[in-house]
């Protein structure tokens, strides 16, 4: 996670979106294969999540980093350096809120891959 930037009041929007790339992009391998999530990226049913990571599986990635945006969203930098985007709902939550949702459905995702009790469709 990276930590909240401080002093904000005294960036713009794009100043921020930037600061926070350059710190999402400290982070990330040449190797990795990074997702962002996006209100505008492409929307899956949870058994299509559970699909796409078992695909990615299978390819032998060695890391999949899926990236949750700030107040402003991604730099430019972050779409050029991103591989794929995925949505949630058109609609627009905070990150915090992202962060849980996204959270559930990679544990429904692996339950589903597995088998496990807890999906119900
Ligand atoms: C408050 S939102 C930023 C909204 C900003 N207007 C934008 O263009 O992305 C903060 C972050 O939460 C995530 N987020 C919010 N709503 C989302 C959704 N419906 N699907 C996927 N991610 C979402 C994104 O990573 C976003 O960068």
Redesign the pocket.
Known sequence: MIPDLKNTKSLDEKSQKEKEGELILKKIQPSDQVI????D?KQHSSVGFSELLQKKMNAGLKQLIFV???????SEAVYERSDGK??????????QM?RVFFIEQLYRAFTILRNEPYHHH
Do not use: A, C, N, R
Not at 36 to 39: H, T, Y
Not at 86 to 95: E, G, P, V, Y
């Open positions: 962002l999530l996006d209100e990226g949750i945006g700030g107040p402003y969203g991604f995925i949505s949630l709902s058109k609609m627009t939550f905070s990150h992202v």
